[in-house]
């Protein structure tokens, strides 16, 4: 059955340096998103991607974050400098079409921590 | 007003049991619902999806009243296989998904 894949599947950074976190979404899907989840906490959306742009994006995703899909199979979530407030489990998703109905399947996450 | 609201939990059942989770949106533009089971430190997986007629799927109902904004997921006969926290998500069209703090459930031998 296709998945998810996210890499690494933990990331331990020192505050203030750039981290990059990887996904591989399910071939045939068209939207790719990133969430998170700080620990405890609910999962909350980060970012959207459609057709090779930011559809959408929250209060969160500010100018320390940006997403990339370099190629036909990766879509990355850079944060620029980290701050120990990012420490997070970090979701990607990928859904096949934008009907609202569609299942969006998640990745097992990358769990990141800022030291 | 958050925009999903859920009982946090935990409810702890015996084997067996019958046990139902509420949920309350606030966004009346929403179009799709689902429950989603999480566990430790997991992702997301969707258990299924909500209709407004009402949808089954096994030992899981799930329940949506447009009217009041609420959701429920009814589960029958529980197992120990179904402790996790269920988590309410609502979307708005292709709009990113909306979670709940989930609700937590033990279901104890």
């Known amino acids: 059955e296709p998945e998810v894949t996210q890499t690494p599947s933990h990331q331990v950074t020192q505050m203030g340096q750039e981290v990059i976190l990887r996904c591989v979404p399910i071939?045939?899907?068209?939207?790719f998103y990133w969430y998170r989840q700080i620990l405890g906490q609910k999962v909350e959306f980060l970012v959207s991607?459609?057709?090779?742009?930011?559809?959408?994006k929250s209060e969160i995703f500010d100018d320390q974050f940006s997403v990339e899909r370099p190629d036909g199979s990766n879509f990355t979530l850079k944060i620029r400098s980290t701050k120990l407030e990012d420490s997070a489990m970090y979701f990607c998703?990928?859904?096949?079409?934008?009907?609202?109905?569609?299942?969006?399947?998640f990745g097992p996450g990358t769990r990141l921590t800022v030291l | 007003r958050k925009e999903v609201e859920q009982d946090p939990g935990p409810f702890n059942v015996p084997e067996g049991a019958t046990v139902a989770f509420n949920c309350t949106y606030s966004?009346?533009?929403?179009?799709?619902f689902f429950w989603y089971r999480q566990d430790c430190r997991k992702e997301p997986k969707l258990l299924m999806s909500v209709y407004s007629s009402g949808n089954e799927d096994g030992r899981f109902t799930a329940q949506l009243n447009r009217a009041s904004q609420y959701i429920s997921l009814l589960i029958r006969d529980s197992k120990l296989s179904d402790s996790a926290t269920y988590l309410c998500?609502?979307?708005?069209?292709?709009?990113?998904?909306?979670f709940g703090s989930g609700t937590r459930l033990q279901v104890q031998p």
């Open positions: 966004n009346s533009a929403s179009q799709s």
């Open positions: 998500v609502v979307n708005r069209g292709r709009r990113a998904l909306t």
């Open positions: 998703a990928s859904k096949l079409a934008g009907e609202p109905h569609n299942e969006q399947f």
């Open positions: 991607f459609y057709n090779n742009e930011i559809s959408e």
């Open positions: 071939s045939n899907h068209l939207y």
